[in-house]
């Protein structure tokens, strides 16, 4: 049976003792070793003894019977020094021999605390390295499976994991709001190709039933007459949904020009609003102009006002504000209708989501492309006196980049 592989903590825990632990380590017993083996007290008690051995031999065999008291008395002091000199060289070797043991042992616990300090250092840091790095990896797992990241406290480690985790956070939210803005791009895309194709093939038949109507109209009756009108509204319905259709999968022609959006939100207050319907338009002075495709801008605009106007039933007033901000331009409409859910917030821009009897579903779904096409962005609230506000945020440098014709809704 094969053995485990050593984990990622291990193996930097190994490398810590290889790297400081086991060289302190090493050092410490050679050089108790040497303290041990190599006493220079031992080697002067070694050759102390041996010149003294030789010299009371040598004191041995003098005749003491010719010496003359002068020397008898020299030769005494000799023997005491020597004696003496031999005794404390005795007493420096077991001196030493005690100091050197205690250094060793000394060297040796010295050694042990370095070592067991030296492992709990290394354990530290390692868990403080295989922990927060354990955890990354299977954020990566989390993020290959489009899955949610952990939200409980993060594991301990140094300051430098706790930003790598916010960045691999961040980048995960990246990703994952690329993924679906690459999908409701490709569904949108597939939509637009769909309803260019259904418009184009609703116009054919269209053309020629609407030319059929008119002429049975001439000679008709008056019970025929009244099949006509339910056939003439019908088929105009069928013309405006595929001319709805048509637009929505339809590109912005020609090159941008600068747009005045007060003066077009001006000019559609007065030119596309039932009379009984009151607006009151609000242009801040300074407002920049916007870089964009004046038609598609005009039928989004259009349309939204419309659909203000049909939410306050063809009367009553409706507030249009256009004003710097930032690096673009704010557009608001705000009406005083029955407002928008908040369930149905963000739906109301998709196709076919529509909260009128005899709505398409298209209308504001053009108002949005319109406008993310031209760079900017949408969105709706509710009316603190009641009804419903959109804002609308254009930047003033920007240049459409996708389909962008608005619609009626």
């Given amino acids: 049976m094969l053995p485990r592989p050593l984990t ?16 302190t380590a090493a050092v410490l017993v050679s050089w108790a070793l040497t303290i041990q083996s190599g006493s220079t007290a031992e080697a002067m008690r070694l050759a102390v003894g041996t010149a003294g051995t030789t010299g009371r031999a040598l004191i041995e065999t003098i005749d003491t019977t010719r010496l003359s008291s002068l020397e008898k008395r020299a030769l005494a002091e000799h023997r005491v020094a020597l004696s003496t000199a ?5 007493q420096v070797s077991a001196y030493s021999a005690y100091i050197g043991t205690a250094a060793t042992a000394f060297l040796l616990l010295l050694g042990a605390i370095i070592v067991y300090a030296g492992a709990r250092i290394a ?20 993020i290959a499976r489009r899955e949610a990241l952990p939200t409980e406290p993060p594991r301990r480690g140094a300051p430098e994991f706790g930003v790598l985790r916010e960045a691999l956070r961040g980048m995960a939210d990246e990703l994952e709001s690329g993924r679906e803005r690459e999908l409701e791009a490709a569904r949108l895309r597939a939509f637009r190709e769909v309803a260019r194709r259904v418009a184009h093939e609703m116009k054919n038949p269209l053309t020629p039933m609407r030319f059929a109507v008119a002429q049975l109209g001439a000679t008709a009756t008056p019970a025929q007459r009244e099949a006509l009108e339910v056939l003439r509204a019908e088929s ?3 013309e405006q949904l595929a001319r709805e259709f048509s637009d929505y999968g339809r590109l912005p022609e020609g090159p941008a020009a600068e747009v005045d959006l007060g003066e077009l939100l001006e000019e559609l207050a007065r030119t596309s609003l039932p009379p009984e319907v009151t ?4 242009v801040a002075p300074g407002t920049p102009h916007v870089v964009g495709h004046l038609d598609p801008l005009r039928r989004a605009f259009s349309n939204v006002l419309r659909n203000a106007a049909e939410a306050q039933e063809g009367r009553g007033e409706i507030a249009v504000s256009v004003a710097p901000r930032e690096d673009g331009v704010e557009v608001r409409v705000a009406d005083r209708g029955p407002g928008i859910r908040p369930s149905d917030r963000e739906r109301i821009f998709q196709p076919y989501v529509t909260t009128k009897k005899d709505g398409t579903g298209l209308g504001l779904a053009l108002v949005k492309q319109t406008i993310e ?8 609230e509710e009316n603190p006196g009641g009804g419903a506000v959109f804002h609308f945020s254009l930047p003033v440098a920007s240049s459409p980049s996708g389909p962008g014709a608005g619609g009626r809704g």
């Fill in 236 to 238: 105009g319905r069928l």
């Fill in 123 to 142: 354990g530290h840091l390692s868990r403080q390295l295989s922990r927060p790095i354990g955890e990354l990896v299977e954020w990566t797992g989390y």
């Fill in 373 to 380: 096409a031209h760079g900017g962005t949408v969105r709706v």
């Fill in 279 to 282: 607006v009151r338009c609000a």
């Fill in 8 to 23: 990622f903590r291990q193996r930097i825990l190994w490398a810590l003792l290889a790297l400081g632990v086991l060289p």
């Fill in 86 to 90: 031999l005794t404390r060289a005795q």
